[in-house]
């Protein structure tokens, strides 16, 4: 079992940066892949992205893509997600996701484990 706690959220303008990061508890965080969600006011949770265990795979939503970031550090237990040139669309709460048998199912939309989730508002 993993437990994910994440961080970094918070308020910022249009155009601007943030990084979220996503700790997981336990020694087998290699054996997970690591991916965000997130669900905005009123609308479905939804895929932003993943990465496999090793690191090397990596996939993204089209509304993020070339604007987001997931890579993940196995010997501090933690996923990060670079997001730059944020827009008002981005805002959401932002959810940490783990999954023991790979992307494909993660990207599916259920993974074994979620984080409490983190508020992102891009103000306009």
């Known amino acids: 079992q993993v437990q994910l706690v994440e961080s970094g959220g918070g308020l910022v303008q249009a155009g601007g940066s943030l990084r979220l990061s996503c700790a997981a508890s336990?020694?087998?965080?290699?054996?997970?892949?690591m991916g965000w969600f997130r669900q905005a006011p009123g609308k479905e949770r939804e895929f932003v992205t993943t990465?496999?265990?090793?690191?090397?795979?990596?996939y993204y939503a089209d509304s993020v893509k070339g604007r987001f970031t997931i890579s993940r550090d196995n010997a501090k237990n933690t996923v990060y997600l670079q997001m730059t040139s944020l827009k008002p669309e981005d805002t959401a709460v932002y959810y940490c996701?783990?999954?023991?048998?790979?992307?494909?199912?993660?990207?599916?939309?259920?993974?074994?484990?979620w984080g409490q989730g983190t508020q992102v508002t891009v103000s306009s």
């Open positions: 990465i496999s265990k090793s690191g090397v795979i990596t």
């Open positions: 336990g020694r087998t965080f290699s054996s997970y892949a």
């Open positions: 996701a783990a999954d023991a048998v790979g992307v494909h199912k993660l990207r599916l939309g259920h993974p074994g484990y």
